[in-house]
């Protein structure tokens, strides 16, 4: 099993419309959690962060289940703006920026 | 601030030639890392730094050296480029470790 796994999509969304995908992580042990979102061509950018209770950010939701090893992210009312590649980031053992896991992305694309 | 900075940000190699991608960062983070980014793999980490004069190998650090003579700069220098070693590569940096990751804008490299 892959350490941090994801969907690679492409999900293909109508504009207005709410999208959530998950994130699987193989540590049970992983403390942090993250979303990163990656233009096309550009570098990562911080989302948010994932806390154990789950938080939201405007029309984004992150949601950290232990139990079965996932994180997800819920994009409500969704806009041509959210088309991006989004990364899943799970640490590992240790605690220094080594053991971050950086899933493959999930691509989503926001049609008109 | 100018954030992360990385140059050059596109370079084609022959097999064999050696470089130097530079990085640097104007946020006293005591935090660097080197990944690449290839299609279907996520961003790998191929040496990181804790500080000043302290390297450290990531995952896939073969056929590339780092140093970190001072808190700002960062570079990343390939050996003898192969095929293989292309790729996107990107700077990051962060504080705490482990924490948010700033990214450069990348260096997309081709080795012919």
């Known amino acids: 099993r892959k350490e941090v796994e994801q969907d690679p999509g492409p999900f293909n969304v109508p504009e207005g419309a709410t999208v959530a995908f998950n994130c699987t992580y193989s540590?049970?042990?992983?403390?942090?959690f993250f979303w990163y979102r990656q233009d096309c061509r550009k570098e990562p950018k911080l989302l948010m962060s994932?806390?154990?209770s789950g938080n939201e950010d405007g029309r984004f939701t992150a949601q950290l289940n232990r139990a079965s090893q996932y994180i997800s992210l819920l994009i409500r009312d969704s806009k041509l703006s959210d088309s991006a590649t989004y990364l899943c980031?799970?640490?590992?053992?240790?605690?220094?920026?080594?053991?971050?896991?950086f899933g493959t992305g999930t691509r989503l694309t926001i049609i008109p | 601030n100018a954030g992360v900075t990385q140059t050059p940000k596109f370079q084609v190699l022959k097999t064999g030639q050696s470089m130097t991608l530079q990085c640097a960062q104007d946020?006293?983070?005591?935090?660097m890392s080197w990944y690449r980014q290839d299609p279907g793999m996520g961003l790998r980490l191929i040496h990181y730094?804790?500080?000043?004069?302290?390297?450290d190998q990531g995952e896939v650090p073969n056929g590339y050296n780092v140093s970190r003579s001072t808190t700002e700069d960062f570079p990343l220098r390939l050996l003898s480029a192969a095929p293989s070693q292309t790729s996107v590569y990107f700077c990051?940096?962060?504080?705490?470790?482990?924490?948010?990751?700033?990214f450069g804008p990348g260096t997309r490299l081709t080795v012919t």
């Open positions: 994932v806390y154990s």
């Open positions: 980031v799970v640490d590992g053992i240790g605690s220094g920026n080594e053991k971050l896991t």
């Open positions: 990051a940096s962060s504080y705490p470790p482990g924490g948010e990751q700033y």
């Open positions: 946020m006293n983070h005591e935090y």
């Open positions: 730094s804790v500080g000043a004069g302290i390297t």
């Open positions: 540590n049970s042990a992983s403390q942090s």
